[in-house]
């Protein structure tokens, strides 16, 4: 075999390195018995890298090159047009000159080709670099195809795959390419198929765009293509469309561009039996690689020929199952406010905690609920709570379910699924039935669980080893006692709050009364906290010295740092006294993996200062006495309004009776995530000095490697002191590729990304759609935040953001209205602007990207839209 050179028929996927992605693919295709690949051979990595290595001056560009960011456009597009220019006046070395004058002579010197790149990061399943670099179409002769190999070369270096690199976090001296040498084919027809549909994911369904002459009409998006759908041998859908163009080979090499007579322009380029020939020759490509491909192909003379296959990179992965019904699943990340990628052990963790139907996919957690809406009463309920929580996870679901027979429905059973109750159909004596008769409940519970926490603190000191891991598992065992009994609780303050929505709209015509009486209520444990950084925020108040270090430190040193300034003992002190209480909350905080405020103090700072710059002192207690006397107001007026309609008594009591209701249990709603993280934090500190034992007898590299393991998974590593460290090093790549994925709210075993849409009228000509969850009307300036720790809010800005936790509490006492792209009626964000008062919409689609950083708002909390004024 030659050194530089080798024939495609020789590759395989195990070349990759020394051929690159497109090459070592198109080897595997030509052994799929069935499959055509165009004859031809490749050009090595190798002897890339002698070329580059060669060359000083061109290495010196690319040290240039590797310290810029992706914003450094005109950088960029200078360094890269550089190394072309370098690359292209260098003449191809003899030894590889000589081999591939060898393969033309064999192949027939006077063939066209098509020259085209090979990089080792392309065609990759964690990153197809799709068109990154170029290609070039019947090449004819010799001195032409050397030219368009050097030109293959540079075009590793075009500003679209600079850039994307950089976004990839590929190193550009460390990716090689090989060039590819095809016989060229002359379709009458090209396209791209999708072995699973690109736009929602579903894995059934083959997905294929054709159009006539040659493909790169479709690639430079010069033409609209016909699209067809198939699923197992069935055309299910196609799109015709008007193709006036076409590219076509020239006889002496090089294409052109051709009109498409008008009476062929609207005709189908593909038959139907075609279209299911294909589709089948993409379930053979697929088998053989073992997962979705987006594949370029060629119709020559009714014969299909491959010219490229590559993974889909960008599907959301599917739970896995060890059955094949058909399955329903809703994000839980939707639920809890936190749609980012979790770590092995921060899902292994929640699973535990949240019960057996959690599944896991794309770094996300999932409830299978298909067992729920597999009967009548089943389907009905979990239609009502997801439909009063968030509407979109609804239409998505009735989407699912009126299709004949995906779930078939089954005799109602009288078990309900899961422990959550629709309020449809609730009486005021149904909901206090729920609540039962003592007032103080929500504080005796309160007081239950502080004592268990305190209990845990002691009895896990003494536990090491496998010990300590099945007293974690026993303890979380224990904490789900008392369940039903503190969810009827929660059910029982959101039960009154619905109550009092559709009542008070029944009866007085007004919308979402309960928003105001749920101001300031008492033990909200996120609100208190909230307000409690105010307090914190008046002590550093006075101290110049102290403000000045919170504005530059940062660091892990942070508290020791303070003590030895003016004023930093007390700020000390204050940080101290609040981290004592709320430090094991960080943003995300349901991934036990993640860095807590008490593991990094300095990351409070800029909330702190932002209280300082947007409050005045003694805010915390203003701010509280303001809602609550707002909230005594509104339930006065109400219940005066009430006493004069016809059974004006009754409906004075049983309002009355909801609003104490209302106020003595909806500020617990928050209580118990609280506690869930206390104990988490317990939990992680006692398995993080098991992690230093590890790093000390040197079976992990560095403590975070626990975190890419499950929790029986380290259990077992402690247990037995054997770690696959591949295991490790896959699932931290895994990782990379999860963080960059959306999660759906509804997905299906299909993997079907199912959206929902909202089915309400008469808004405002340009309103943005969403869901109310604190009533009000309130316009300012949008601040786009993604992460908190770039929040500089001044007074009266309107948060826009894709979710938030508890961990953002301490924002929303600066902002005036808030606008996120996840969330529901009960969670997170909704429940505390209901608390301050704060106008807010909530699951607004793609806000973060709809509006703009700095534009004008206006939010309107009561119907649940948002405009864009300027």
Same mark, same amino acid.
């Given at each position: 075999?030659?050194?530089?050179?080798?024939?495609?028929?020789?590759?395989?996927?195990?070349?990759?390195?020394?051929?690159?992605?497109?090459?070592?693919?198109?080897?595997?295709?030509?052994?799929?018995?069935?499959?055509?690949?165009?004859?031809?051979?490749?050009?090595?990595?190798?002897?890339?890298?002698?070329?580059?290595?060669?060359?000083?001056?061109?290495?010196?560009?690319?040290?240039?090159?590797?310290?810029?960011?992706?914003?450094?456009?005109?950088?960029?597009?200078?360094?890269?047009?550089?190394?072309?220019?370098?690359? *292209? %006046?260098? @003449?191809?070395?003899?030894?590889? #000159?000589?081999?591939?004058?060898?393969? $033309? !002579?064999?192949?027939?010197?006077? +063939?066209?080709?098509?020259?085209?790149?090979?990089?080792?990061?392309?065609?990759?399943?964690?990153?197809?670099?799709?068109?990154?670099?170029?290609?070039?179409?019947?090449?004819?002769?010799?001195?032409?195809?050397?030219?368009?190999?050097?030109?293959?070369?540079?075009?590793?270096?075009?500003?679209?795959?600079?850039?994307?690199?950089?976004?990839?976090?590929?190193?550009?001296?460390?990716?090689?390419?090989?060039?590819?040498?095809?016989?060229?084919?002359?379709?009458?027809?090209?396209?791209?198929?999708?072995?699973?549909?690109?736009?929602?994911?579903?894995?059934?369904?083959?997905?294929?765009?054709?159009?006539?002459?040659?493909?790169?009409?479709?690639?430079?998006?010069?033409?609209?293509?016909?699209?067809? *759908? %198939?699923? @197992?041998?069935?055309?299910?859908? #196609?799109?015709?469309?008007?193709?006036? $163009? !076409?590219?076509?080979?020239?006889? +002496?090499?090089?294409?052109?561009?051709?009109?498409?007579?008008?009476?062929?322009?609207?005709?189908?380029?593909?038959?139907?039996?075609?279209?299911?020939?294909?589709?089948?020759?993409?379930?053979?490509?697929?088998?053989?690689?073992?997962?979705?491909?987006?594949?370029?192909?060629?119709?020559?003379?009714?014969?299909?020929?491959?010219?490229?296959?590559?993974?889909?990179?960008?599907?959301?992965?599917?739970?896995?199952?060890?059955?094949?019904?058909?399955?329903?699943?809703?994000?839980?990340?939707?639920?809890?406010?936190?749609?980012?990628?979790?770590?092995?052990?921060?899902?292994?963790?929640?699973?535990?905690?949240?019960?057996?139907?959690?599944?896991?996919?794309?770094?996300?957690?999932?409830?299978?609920?298909?067992?729920?809406?597999?009967?009548?009463?089943?389907?009905?309920?979990?239609?009502?709570?997801?439909?009063?929580?968030?509407?979109?996870?609804?239409?998505?679901?009735?989407?699912?379910?009126?299709?004949?027979?995906?779930?078939?429905?089954?005799?109602?059973?009288?078990?309900?699924?899961?422990?959550?109750?629709?309020?449809?159909?609730?009486?005021?004596?149904?909901?206090?039935?729920?609540?039962?008769?003592?007032?103080?409940?929500?504080?005796?519970?309160?007081?239950?669980?502080?004592?268990?926490?305190?209990?845990?603190?002691?009895?896990?000191?003494?536990?090491?080893?496998?010990?300590?891991?099945?007293?974690?598992?026993?303890?979380?065992?224990?904490?789900?006692?008392?369940?039903?009994?503190?969810?009827?609780?929660?059910?029982?303050?959101?039960?009154?709050?619905?109550?009092?929505?559709?009542?008070?709209?029944?009866?007085?015509?007004?919308?979402?009364?309960?928003?105001?009486?749920?101001?300031?209520?008492?033990?909200?444990?996120?609100?208190?906290?909230?307000?409690?950084?105010?307090?914190?925020?008046?002590?550093?108040?006075?101290?110049?010295?102290?403000?000045?270090?919170?504005?530059?430190?940062?660091?892990?040193?942070?508290?020791?740092?303070?003590?030895?300034?003016?004023?930093?003992?007390?700020?000390?002190?204050?940080?101290?006294?609040?981290?004592?209480?709320?430090?094991?909350?960080?943003?995300?905080?349901?991934?036990?993996?993640?860095?807590?405020?008490?593991?990094?103090?300095?990351?409070?700072?800029?909330?702190?200062?932002?209280?300082?710059?947007?409050?005045?002192?003694?805010?915390?207690?203003?701010?509280?006495?303001?809602?609550?006397?707002?909230?005594?107001?509104?339930?006065?007026?109400?219940?005066?309004?009430?006493?004069?309609?016809?059974?004006?008594?009754?409906?004075?009591?049983?309002?009355?009776?909801?609003?104490?209701?209302?106020?003595?249990?909806?500020?617990?709603?928050?209580?118990?995530?609280?506690?869930?993280?206390?104990?988490?934090?317990?939990?992680?500190?006692?398995?993080?000095?098991?992690?230093?034992?590890?790093?000390?007898?040197?079976?992990?590299?560095?403590?975070?490697?626990?975190?890419?393991?499950?929790?029986?998974?380290?259990?077992?590593?402690?247990?037995?002191?054997?770690?696959?460290?591949?295991?490790?090093?896959?699932?931290?790549?895994?990782?990379?590729?999860?963080?960059?994925?959306?999660?759906?709210?509804?997905?299906?075993?299909?993997?079907?990304?199912?959206?929902?849409?909202?089915?309400?009228?008469?808004?405002?000509?340009?309103?943005?759609?969403?869901?109310?969850?604190?009533?009000?009307?309130?316009?300012?300036?949008?601040?786009?935040?993604?992460?908190?720790?770039?929040?500089?809010?001044?007074?009266?800005?309107?948060?826009?953001?894709?979710?938030?936790?508890?961990?953002?509490?301490?924002?929303?006492?600066?902002?005036?209205?808030?606008?996120?792209?996840?969330?529901?009626?009960?969670?997170?964000?909704?429940?505390?602007?209901?608390?301050?008062?704060?106008?807010?919409?909530?699951?607004?689609?793609?806000?973060?990207?709809?509006?703009?950083?700095?534009?004008?708002?206006?939010?309107?909390?009561?119907?649940?839209?948002?405009?864009?004024?300027?």
């Amino acid at each position: 075999m030659n050194s530089y050179v080798f024939n495609l028929q020789d590759l395989d996927s195990t070349k990759l390195p020394l051929v690159g992605g497109k090459s070592a693919n198109l080897g595997e295709l030509a052994k799929i018995e069935g499959i055509y690949v165009p004859d031809g051979f490749c050009i090595s990595t190798q002897a890339y890298k002698e070329l580059i290595e060669g060359t000083p001056q061109i290495n010196e560009l690319l040290h240039q090159l590797s310290l810029l960011k992706t914003e450094q456009r005109e950088a960029i597009s200078t360094l890269s047009a550089a190394i072309r220019k370098a690359i *292209k %006046v260098i @003449a191809i070395p003899d030894a590889i #000159k000589d081999e591939v004058v060898q393969l $033309l !002579a064999r192949f027939g010197e006077n +063939n066209a080709y098509a020259v085209r790149s090979s990089a080792t990061a392309e065609d990759l399943p964690t990153a197809s670099f799709a068109g990154q670099q170029d290609t070039y179409l019947n090449v004819t002769g010799r001195e032409e195809i050397l030219k368009h190999i050097s030109k293959c070369w540079a075009s590793l270096f075009t500003d679209r795959a600079v850039t994307y690199r950089i976004q990839n976090g590929f190193d550009h001296r460390k990716v090689y390419l090989s060039v590819v040498i095809q016989k060229m084919v002359f379709p009458q027809v090209a396209g791209i198929m999708f072995t699973a549909d690109p736009v929602n994911g579903n894995r059934k369904i083959v997905s294929i765009d054709a159009s006539f002459g040659l493909g790169e009409t479709l690639v430079a998006g010069l033409v609209n293509a016909d699209n067809y *759908k %198939v699923r @197992a041998g069935v055309v299910i859908d #196609k799109k015709v469309s008007a193709k006036k $163009l !076409a590219i076509y080979a020239v006889q +002496n090499g090089g294409t052109k561009k051709q009109e498409i007579e008008a009476a062929r322009q609207n005709t189908q380029a593909l038959t139907d039996e075609q279209i299911v020939q294909l589709e089948y020759i993409g379930r053979k490509i697929e088998t053989h690689f073992g997962r979705p491909q987006d594949i370029e192909w060629c119709l020559v003379d009714d014969k299909f020929y491959i010219v490229q296959s590559r993974p889909i990179t960008t599907l959301f992965p599917v739970p896995e199952i060890n059955d094949r019904e058909n399955h329903v699943y809703v994000s839980v990340g939707h639920q809890q406010m936190m749609t980012d990628a979790m770590k092995p052990l921060g899902l292994s963790f929640y699973q535990m905690i949240a019960g057996a139907h959690m599944r896991t996919a794309g770094g996300r957690l999932f409830v299978d609920i298909t067992k729920g809406v597999a009967t009548p009463s089943g389907r009905d309920n979990l239609l009502n709570v997801f439909g009063q929580s968030d509407p979109l996870i609804r239409d998505a679901l009735e989407t699912v379910l009126e299709r004949d027979n995906f779930i078939p429905l089954l005799p109602d059973d009288g078990k309900q699924f899961g422990l959550i109750k629709s309020h449809k159909g609730m009486s005021a004596a149904d909901i206090q039935a729920q609540a039962g008769n003592d007032a103080g409940i929500a504080k005796v519970l309160i007081e239950k669980s502080e004592d268990e926490i305190e209990t845990l603190k002691q009895s896990i000191q003494s536990k090491t080893g496998v010990e300590l891991f099945d007293l974690i598992q026993n303890e979380v065992v224990l904490s789900k006692q008392g369940l039903t009994e503190r969810l009827n609780i929660i059910m029982a303050g959101m039960n009154a709050a619905f109550w009092i929505n559709n009542q008070m709209k029944e009866w007085l015509g007004e919308k979402n009364a309960a928003d105001t009486l749920a101001q300031s209520v008492p033990n909200n444990i996120t609100s208190e906290m909230g307000l409690a950084l105010l307090d914190v925020a008046d002590v550093v108040r006075p101290y110049a010295e102290v403000i000045a270090y919170l504005e530059r430190e940062h660091d892990d040193n942070f508290l020791d740092g303070l003590a030895t300034i003016n004023g930093g003992q007390e700020a000390r002190e204050a940080l101290i006294s609040f981290l004592n209480k709320y430090g094991m909350r960080c943003a995300g905080e349901i991934d036990i993996t993640k860095t807590r405020w008490i593991e990094k103090p300095g990351t409070l700072a800029p909330l702190i200062l932002s209280n300082i710059k947007n409050q005045e002192p003694g805010a915390s207690k203003r701010k509280f006495e303001q809602g609550l006397q707002e909230a005594l107001k509104k339930e006065q007026e109400i219940l005066e309004r009430l006493a004069v309609l016809p059974d004006g008594k009754r409906k004075v009591e049983e309002t009355k009776q909801m609003i104490d209701l209302l106020r003595n249990l909806s500020g617990y709603r928050e209580y118990p995530k609280y506690s869930m993280v206390n104990r988490y934090f317990i939990y992680k500190q006692a398995m993080l000095k098991e992690a230093a034992k590890l790093l000390q007898a040197k079976m992990i590299h560095e403590i975070e490697d626990i975190y890419y393991l499950t929790f029986a998974e380290l259990r077992e590593v402690v247990r037995t002191h054997t770690l696959d460290h591949e295991l490790i090093n896959k699932r931290k790549e895994e990782y990379k590729i999860f963080e960059k994925l959306t999660p759906p709210r509804v997905l299906t075993s299909e993997g079907e990304m199912v959206s929902g849409k909202y089915k309400r009228e008469n808004l405002p000509a340009g309103a943005i759609i969403g869901l109310p969850v604190s009533s009000g009307t309130i316009e300012g300036r949008a601040r786009v935040i993604l992460n908190m720790a770039n929040a500089n809010l001044e007074e009266g800005d309107i948060l826009v953001t894709t979710f938030t936790d508890p961990s953002w509490t301490p924002l929303f006492v600066s902002i005036k209205g808030l606008v996120t792209e996840v969330g529901g009626v009960m969670t997170h964000g909704a429940v505390i602007a209901r608390e301050y008062g704060l106008p807010a919409v909530v699951g607004v689609e793609n806000a973060t990207k709809v509006i703009k950083e700095g534009q004008r708002i206006r939010v309107n909390g009561t119907d649940g839209y948002v405009e864009v004024l300027t």
